[in-house]
């Protein structure tokens, strides 16, 4: 929460998130402080994105992505298909990330 303080700030006009959060996973008091971190921000009027989920599809929308301030980003594979469930093509925003194979020569 740290880096999202510094970023509004600072400046910053837009803030990247590429994290999810499990809400059931974490104590009450440090979600608390996530939302509160990224209420500040939007308050300031800040552009933010955030990753759908960290779970390889097997779960719904994660915070901070499924507040109504931040911009949702799910991963695709470049043919619009996602790995999330529930995911409904034209509410959302989808990356190439999914599925994909390295442009460059993997190291042995």
Known sequence: MTAIDWARDSG??????SFGINTSAIPEVS???VKDTVNHAAVAGKIMFAAASNCGGNGGRAYPARDPNVICIYASDGKYFTCSKGVK?????LT??????P???LQT
């Not at 093509?89 to 925003?93: H, K, N, S």
């Not at 190439?96 to 194979?101: I, V």
């Open 12 to 17: 910053c006009d837009i803030i990247n998130m």
């Open 31 to 33: 979600l608390r402080r």
């Open 89 to 93: 093509v034209g509410q959302i925003f």
């Open 96 to 101: 190439g990330g999914y599925g994909s194979l």
């Open 103 to 105: 442009t460059f020569p």
